[in-house]
């Protein structure tokens, strides 16, 4: 299915074939996949307390972040329709569901086909069935369609959490991480468009260039498209090690940074990441009902740029009523408890009333 085509909810009946478990070497499981009590929070409740007490995150997992402010900007209220636009594992659709009850449903938005599923069927083994919570494979730009096609006017509550969720981060087999081994993808949809790999071979460094500084404002565009564009990368560490070693001798910690700001800019090529997110916040007021609210959560400048930009430029022109007068971080002990919280900003913002 195209994702600008009209979304179809999906469903997660399949049940999954038992395996066995991963064997793996040493006293303890290393290698993602062979982390079988992290990926099992039921049976091994213990184990997973002990890697969230440590600031990390179990395999398999994403810790929602900022859960009680985004509670508090959009304030969901029993009967009102909510939209996650980036559903992801669930976390803040999770805290959301219950306080639109009685009456009321959420709409939960992702592109991700191997996720998606695996959400829905957490959720629908903890009570909300298909009244409550129906699922969508879209990309959030698609956001008026998911509307068209629940028979929805507009939404009350709409969420997009811009971040990369954990699942995808961790698991090497898709192709995002800069310290794990795995196929140079990076693509949130693998069953669309262009991998990473692709990308890199095909690229002039013009083109490089220009989307490491739009895409990171990497400082040392130039030389690192010089020495990357137009070249073969099976993996993610093989590209992680050419980025180090065509970056300047700045020290290990300058050199680990400028690999995520070059991860992040492919990422964000391949998935067409601010062309959505322009789009979506071009619709959304549009899209909320008189009154209605909206949290956004971004994780690095270029969103939040575009963000605050399109809220401003909605208090302007009278569609929304008020927005965010600062942005919100979240607190100290957040980001002591989960690390990957750090970088995250809150904006938010309410649709006038007609």
């Not at 008026?144 to 090497?172: R, Y």
Request: charged share 25%.
């Amino acid at each position: 299915m195209s994702e600008n085509q009209l979304p179809l909810p999906v469903s997660s009946s399949t049940e999954t074939p038992h395996r066995r478990r991963p064997r793996y070497r040493g006293k303890n499981p290393r290698r993602f996949e062979e982390k079988y009590k992290e990926h099992n929070p039921d049976r091994y409740a213990d184990t997973v307390a002990k890697v969230l007490a440590a600031g990390k995150t179990p395999a398999g997992t994403h810790r929602p972040i900022m859960v009680g402010e985004i509670l508090e900007v959009l304030a969901p209220q029993p009967g009102e329709i909510a939209v996650d636009c980036t559903l992801g594992y669930g976390g803040h659709a999770l805290e959301i569901l219950p306080c639109l009850q009685p009456g009321g449903r959420l709409l939960g938005v992702d592109a991700d086909p191997i996720e998606l599923p695996k959400t829905e069927a957490r959720l629908r083994a903890l009570g909300f069935g298909p009244e409550v919570f129906t699922p969508y494979r879209s990309n959030f730009a698609g956001l008026p369609q998911v509307l068209i096609a629940t028979g929805a006017t507009g939404a009350d509550v709409i969420l997009a959490d811009l971040g990369m969720s954990s699942m995808q981060i961790d698991d090497p087999a898709r192709g995002f991480s800069v310290k794990l081994a795995g196929p140079l993808d990076m693509r949130m949809n693998p069953q669309r468009g262009q991998s990473v790999r692709a990308l890199l071979e095909k690229i002039q460094p013009a083109a490089l260039t220009e989307l490491l500084f739009e895409n990171a404002d990497e400082p040392n565009a130039a030389s690192l498209a010089a020495a990357l564009a137009g070249r073969t990368f099976a993996t993610t560490t093989a590209l992680a090690d050419a980025i180090r070693t065509a970056a300047p001798r700045l020290g290990k910690e300058a050199s680990d940074l400028t690999v995520r700001r070059v991860f992040q800019a492919l990422r964000i090529a391949v998935n067409d990441e601010f062309s959505a997110l322009e789009t979506w916040l071009r619709n959304l007021p549009a899209c909320l009902n008189p009154g209605g609210r909206v949290a956004v959560l971004t994780f690095h400048s270029g969103e939040d740029r575009r963000v605050k930009k399109a809220f401003e430029a909605g208090q302007r022109a009278g569609a929304y009523a008020e927005i965010v007068p600062e942005i919100i971080r979240p607190t100290a002990a957040e980001q002591q408890a989960n690390p990957r919280s750090a970088p995250a900003k809150l904006r938010w913002a309410r649709r006038a009333a007609d």
